[in-house]
């Protein structure tokens, strides 16, 4: 993928405002989200075993918040056989731009369509496979359940959607827990206290995490009849929702 620069965006004391996905963070986004993201490189790594388990021969592959497209190549490297179509879809067009060069240099022989759109306004058909890694977490609460709604209806019969998300905790005390160690990861992994503090400030208004209750419930109410967590590293996890 993209050379990994390293991230120094909030090093420095500045005027926070809230984050977006510009050009300065898809520059260092790689190495953003491996220090910031307990656990993503094995997740990534793992889609890649779930796209191996759920590929359907000639289905659609969706990635929906797609960044630079790790998920995407993951999937795409355990299901070269399954002549799969596979689409990102991603609202910036830093992301897009870069991931557009990227996937289509590593994997130059898939049927890849590579979207700038809001995921909210998409369209899903065929699917057996649709991820939303760590993007729900980005959209309105109130929209989250119609866009569900509508991954609900693009699957086909047996297809999964993988959802991974930042979480919130009801107890007081795991969620000082939890939160206490994200903050130890992030250190270990070389921010600073003033990195972590303005980082936190950026986005608070911007990353909005439910519990596990909610969106197991949201996800019952879209159509899903189950839906196991298969992953967690702190408050990071991951859920696999199948449609019967
Ligand atoms: C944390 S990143 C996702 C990481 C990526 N899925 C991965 O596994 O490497 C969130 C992404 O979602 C995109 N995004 C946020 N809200 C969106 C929306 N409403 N529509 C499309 N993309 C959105 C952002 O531009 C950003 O690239």
Same mark, same amino acid.
């Given at each position: 993928?993209?050379?990994?620069?390293?991230?120094?965006?909030?090093?420095?004391?500045?005027?926070?405002?809230?984050?977006?996905?510009?050009?300065?963070?898809?520059?260092?986004?790689?190495?953003?989200?491996?220090?910031?993201?307990?656990?993503?490189?094995?997740?990534?790594?793992?889609?890649?075993?779930?796209?191996?388990?759920?590929?359907?021969?000639?289905?659609?592959?969706?990635?929906?918040?797609?960044?630079?497209?790790?998920?995407? +190549?993951?999937?795409?490297? @355990? /299901?070269?056989? *399954?002549?799969?179509?596979?689409?990102?879809?991603?609202? %910036? !067009?830093?992301?897009?731009?870069?991931?557009?060069?990227?996937?289509?240099?590593?994997?130059?022989?898939?049927?890849?369509?590579?979207?700038?759109?809001?995921?909210?306004?998409?369209?899903?058909?065929?699917?057996?496979?649709?991820?939303?890694?760590?993007?729900?977490?980005?959209?309105?609460?109130?929209?989250?359940?119609?866009?569900?709604?509508?991954?609900?209806?693009?699957?086909?019969?047996?297809?999964?959607?993988?959802?991974?998300?930042?979480?919130?905790?009801?107890?007081? +005390?795991?969620?000082?827990? @939890? /939160?206490?160690? *994200?903050?130890?990861?992030?250190?270990?992994?070389?921010? %600073? !206290?003033?990195?972590?503090?303005?980082?936190?400030?950026?986005?608070?208004?911007?990353?909005?995490?439910?519990?596990?209750?909610?969106?197991?419930?949201?996800?019952?109410?879209?159509?899903?009849?189950?839906?196991?967590?298969?992953?967690?590293?702190?408050?990071?996890?991951?859920?696999?929702?199948?449609?019967?």
């Amino acid at each position: 993928m993209t050379a990994a620069k390293s991230d120094r965006l909030f090093a420095r004391p500045q005027q926070v405002v809230d984050f977006a996905f510009d050009d300065a963070v898809a520059d260092v986004f790689p190495d953003m989200i491996r220090r910031s993201v307990p656990g993503y490189d094995a997740l990534i790594a793992y889609l890649g075993v779930l796209a191996q388990q759920y590929a359907q021969p000639h289905s659609h592959v969706y990635d929906l918040g797609s960044s630079l497209g790790a998920a995407t +190549l993951a999937m795409h490297r @355990q /299901t070269r056989t *399954h002549q799969l179509k596979h689409i990102c879809i991603d609202n %910036s !067009e830093a992301m897009v731009k870069r991931s557009q060069s990227s996937l289509k240099r590593h994997m130059p022989d898939a049927d890849l369509q590579i979207i700038c759109a809001d995921i909210e306004t998409a369209e899903f058909y065929d699917a057996s496979i649709v991820v939303i890694n760590f993007t729900l977490q980005f959209l309105a609460p109130d929209t989250r359940l119609a866009l569900l709604k509508k991954v609900y209806d693009g699957l086909l019969p047996g297809g999964v959607l993988v959802l991974s998300e930042k979480i919130n905790f009801d107890d007081p +005390l795991e969620s000082q827990l @939890q /939160t206490d160690l *994200h903050h130890t990861f992030k250190s270990a992994n070389g921010y %600073s !206290e003033l990195e972590i503090s303005q980082k936190r400030s950026a986005i608070e208004n911007v990353l909005i995490p439910d519990t596990l209750a909610v969106h197991r419930a949201r996800l019952k109410e879209a159509g899903f009849n189950n839906a196991y967590q298969w992953f967690q590293s702190f408050n990071f996890v991951s859920l696999l929702a199948q449609k019967s």
